[in-house]
Structure formats: C-alpha cells, structure tokens
T-cell receptor, first 112, second 114 residues
Framework: GEDVEQSLFLSVREGDSSVINCTYT??????LYWYKQEPGAGLQLLTY?????DMKQDQRLTVLLNKKDKHLSLRIADTQTGDSAIYFC????????????FGSGTRLSIRP | EPEVTQTPSHQVTQMGQEVILRCVPI?????FYWYRQILGQKVEFLVS????????KSEIFDDQFSVERPDGSNFTLKIRSTKLEDSAMYFC????????????FGPGTRLTVT
C-alpha cells in the first residue's frame, strides 16, 4: 500500500543548510508536498512538486524529486531559529485525488 | 490571508459521550477533509466531502463518525460514542477546486477521551 517514510530528527547549526529526506512507495503519486508544523499550530503547506518535475525552488526552499528512486528532499538554505518545526513529507496519489498520505514528520532543531 | 479555523482547540470528554468538532473552511473552497493524528503517530486521512456528500472515507471512519455541512460556512465531525482510542488531534482541511492540489489545514482540535 501507500507509505511515506522520513527520519524522525535532524539537528543543524544556524546558518547551515538543512536537508530533510523522504521516500515514498506509490509510483502513481501525482503531487508531493512538504508541510511545516510549529508547536501548537496546524499544518502549514510549504511547497509541493508535481511528479513530472525534478526540482522546484522557492526562495530558501529547494525541493528535489528523484522519481526513479521515489525519493524527495527539502533543502532549507541559511537555516534560522524560526525554521525549528516538524516537517511532514506527503503525497497525493493519482488513484485518489482526495486524500493526502503523510510521513511521520522530521523534527528539525537548530543549534547556535 | 484566509485560513481554516477550528473550535474548540481542546475538548475533553468522557468515554461514551458524543462530541462535535467544528471547522470553518476557507470561504470559496469546495472540498473538505478531516484527518487525525494520534500522539506519536502519523497524520491519517479520515474523510473527504464534496457537494454535500462524502467522496471518500478511510477504514477508521466507521459508523461512529459522521460529517455535516449544516450551513454555508461550517463543516463538522461528530463522534457518536467516543472511545479512549479516539483521543487524538483532529485536523480539518479544505481545497479550492478540482484544479487545485493545495489542501490548507486548520490548527487542529485536541480531543481527550477519559
């Protein structure tokens, strides 16, 4: 069945780049998403990529998609303390235009 | 910027009681969703709703659950007889149209069943 996996924790130094990785199993995935969840807040849509794209850049965020390996990554350049949050990788399958399948989330912590 | 809102932020109820979780989706959106996240687990899809009917539901969404859009603005999730395992964060989401793939989430309602 559909599954999305990501590592649980990542710690980076302020000013460095953060790279959060994700793998998914559904080869019919149409859209792949990154959501951000700050403490006590909801799920904020950061960015998404269509499955026929390799890369998408939006200011400090770069999404890379390797469709052959079913691997998605989110790079945050010049990581700031405000980037501390849980980042969820998610996919939307062509077989179901409704639901989004989420990974477990990666908790990003920033050290000075 | 328009956003999805949910009330209450935290609901405590006794096992066997009925609860209604409320959501106000973004005003021009047509598709509505409920997800839940049990503590320490993944965010799970529950149900999607379009044109006043359920378009898809998961195995979790059994007869104890129901959804309703009672007026032009609210979208509710009812749990008829709550169980301890219903304790979770419940997220509402909405999407503008079939041509949009962006689901916008509310802040969630934390449901605690005692």
């Amino acid at each position: 069945g559909e599954d999305v996996e990501q590592s649980l924790f990542l710690s980076v130094r302020e000013g460095d780049s953060s790279v959060i990785n994700c793998t998914y199993t559904d080869s019919s995935s149409t859209y792949l998403y990154w959501y951000k969840q700050e403490p006590g807040a909801g799920l904020q849509l950061l960015t998404y990529i269509f499955s026929n794209m390799d890369m998408k850049q939006d200011q400090r965020l770069t999404v890379l998609l390797n469709k052959k390996d079913k691997h998605l990554s989110l790079r945050i350049a010049d990581t700031q303390t405000g980037d501390s949050a849980i980042y969820f990788c998610a996919e939307n399958s062509y077989s179901s235009a409704s639901k989004i399948i989420f990974g477990s989330g990666t908790r990003l912590s920033i050290r000075p | 910027e328009p956003e999805v809102t949910q009330t209450p932020s935290h609901q405590v109820t006794q096992m066997g009681q009925e609860v209604i979780l409320r959501c106000v989706p973004i005003s021009n959106h047509l598709y509505f969703y409920w997800y839940r996240q049990i503590l320490g687990q993944k965010v799970e899809f529950l149900v999607s709703f379009y044109n006043n009917e359920i378009s898809e539901k998961s195995e979790i969404f059994d007869d104890q659950f129901s959804v309703e859009r009672p007026d032009g603005s609210n979208f509710t999730l009812k749990i008829r007889s709550t169980k301890l395992e219903d304790s979770a964060m419940y997220f509402c989401a909405s999407r503008a149209s079939s041509g949009s793939n962006e689901q916008y989430f509310g802040p969630g309602t934390r449901l605690t069943v005692t």
